[in-house]
């Protein structure tokens, strides 16, 4: 099935020869039938949005299909289905051409995901990691990163007697110190997510699955040893210390 693909938001022109199943140019058409288009999710899903599609050359079946910008800033970044239909002038409705089309994201007022790592932490521990950035994928793998940090906050929030709202909001607000250790747990959390990722992707290989196995499991077994160190009152240093694995809290001063 053809592919094409436009970034969200950003008007976009494509020139379609419609072919048979041999490959051919179709030649039968002329300029008395009708062209249309629709993009929807797949199945049975309503329509999103109609391109403009007009014939270029009839007799070689050529034509130009319009996506506009409007269009494809009201839909979220994916993978859609797109199809061109021909109402012929003896009353027939043909499919005429089918395909993807993939809505890419464009560039956007969101902040970068927050991280208890960077994307050098990552690469000194997985070097081959900057070979493996896709255009899917934020830069740093900043998502992945992201969620390491999410799931770091959970276990220590799941670690304390106190109310989780109030350690949540020191949290959010960057009050835990990022030790070496902190970093070290982050960076393999994230390496076994983005393995993951790939296994995802358009292939499986087992080395990824191996690598996926090995950093989370570290990354587990490493913060089971973890004391996170909150600094509570932005002095710039430590006043709470929440030793994972523990429901206990110990406050200095």
Same mark, same amino acid.
């Given at each position: ?10 008007d976009a022109e =494509? ?7 041999s490959s051919n ?49 009201? #839909? ?7 199809r061109v239909l ?10 005429? @051409?089918?395909? @993807? ?8 007022? !969101?902040?970068?995901?927050? *991280? =208890? ?33 999410? @799931? #770091?906050? &959970?276990?220590?929030?799941?670690? @304390?007697?106190?109310?989780?709202? =109030? ?7 960057? !009050?835990?110190?990022?030790? !070496? ?11 076994? /997510? ?13 080395? =990824?699955? *191996?690598?996926?196995?090995?950093? /989370? ?10 004391? !996170? ?6 002095? &710039? ?15 200095? &001063?």
């Amino acid at each position: 099935m053809a592919s094409i693909s436009v970034p969200s938001g950003v008007d976009a022109e =494509y020139q379609i020869t419609l072919r048979d199943s041999s490959s051919n140019a179709v030649t039968v058409y002329d300029e008395a039938d009708t062209l249309s288009a629709e993009v929807w999710s797949g199945d049975d899903q309503a329509i999103l949005f109609s391109p403009t599609v007009t014939w270029l050359t009839p007799t070689a079946g050529t034509l130009k299909l319009t996506i506009g910008a409007a269009q494809t800033a009201a #839909i979220l970044p994916a993978n859609y289905r797109i199809r061109v239909l021909i109402d012929t002038s003896d009353d027939r409705r043909l499919a005429a @051409w089918e395909g @993807w089309l993939e809505v890419q994201s464009s560039a956007g007022s !969101a902040t970068t995901p927050s *991280a =208890y790592c960077t994307f050098n932490d990552l690469l000194i521990l997985a070097p081959w990691l900057a070979t493996e950035q896709t255009i899917q994928d934020q830069a740093g793998f900043a998502e992945q990163r992201h969620a390491s940090r999410e @799931w #770091i906050d &959970g276990i220590i929030i799941r670690s @304390w007697r106190g109310q989780a709202s =109030y350690l949540q909001g020191l949290l959010d607000a960057d !009050a835990m110190l990022v030790t !070496a250790q902190v970093r070290a747990i982050a960076a393999k959390r994230a390496i076994g /997510l983005i393995c993951q990722h790939i296994l995802s992707g358009n292939h499986f290989e087992s080395g =990824y699955q *191996a690598l996926a196995w090995r950093f /989370l499991s570290e990354a587990s077994s490493e913060i089971m040893s973890l004391t !996170a160190e909150i600094d509570t009152d932005a002095d &710039g240093a430590s006043d709470m210390f929440i030793t994972v694995g523990f429901n206990s809290i110990r406050r200095v &001063g």
